[in-house]
């Protein structure tokens, strides 16, 4: 597995002018606000708080972007769906992830759409994996926080999952690092291919 050398922190993009512009690969996470996105990459990359965690859902408008091992670059996209924020503000950052997913030029290997395990098939997940299929990016489905599920509903949450995304599901919880191996190999894939 990989081992993790560096990790550090970039730019935070208000604005796709200030995207980085050196060519690297990227892989992206994506997903409603508050699942757990900058926690699964903190998980990965073994840090505590490289990317915030916990701020206030709805807040973060940036695209942040991260050097792992002088390598490729891990992208921490805002969340979606948060039910507080406008109409108006809610399609503008919409308009802004699609952005970034859709740049022209840029080397993104895959999308992790982060995807709370307790609550499978939420409409507006559902409109971001036909997004992303679309676009034909690779993407796969993280599971988190199955921690907070019982044991017994596992199994049936994931079958769940699975009827809701036609894409690979990995179950995880950032917090107690299950699945992280399992990520990392899927992240390895994309990297290579
Ligand atoms: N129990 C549990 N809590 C988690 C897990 N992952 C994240 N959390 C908690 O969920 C909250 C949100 O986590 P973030 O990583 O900030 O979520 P985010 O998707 O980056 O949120 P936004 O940037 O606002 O879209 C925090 O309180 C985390 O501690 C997990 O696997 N298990
Ligand atoms: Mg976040």
């Not at 208000?14 to 892989?27: G, M, N, R, S």
């Not at 802004?96 to 098939?121: C, F, Q, S, W």
């Not at 409109?127 to 599920?149: P, Q």
């Not at 894409?167 to 291919?193: C, H, V, Y």
Request: net charge positive; charged share 25%; hydrophobic share 40%.
């Amino acid at each position: 597995m990989i081992t993790i050398k560096s990790s550090e922190f970039i730019v935070g993009a208000v604005d796709k002018q200030q995207f980085p512009t050196t060519p690297l690969p990227e892989i992206a996470f994506a997903g409603r606000s508050n699942v757990g996105k900058s926690s699964t990459l903190n998980c990965l990359v073994n840090r505590k708080s490289l990317a915030h965690v916990g701020a206030t859902p709805g807040k973060t408008r940036e695209i942040n972007f991260f050097l792992i091992n002088e390598a490729f670059r891990f992208v921490d996209l805002p969340g979606f769906g948060y039910a507080k924020v406008s109409k108006t503000d809610k399609e503008r950052w919409q308009r802004y992830i699609e952005d970034y997913l859709t740049a022209p030029n840029r080397d993104l290997k895959g999308v992790i759409h982060v995807v709370d395990a307790r609550h499978p098939g939420l409409e507006n997940d559902l409109l971001m994996a036909e997004f992303l299929k679309k676009t034909g990016i690779s993407y796969i489905v993280a599971a988190n926080k199955i921690d907070k599920l019982k044991k017994n509903d596992v199994a049936r949450q994931l079958r769940t999952m699975e009827q809701a995304f036609s894409a690979d599901i990995i179950p995880f919880s950032a917090e107690k690092k299950t699945g992280r191996p399992e990520l990392w190999q899927t992240i390895e894939k994309m990297l290579n291919s």
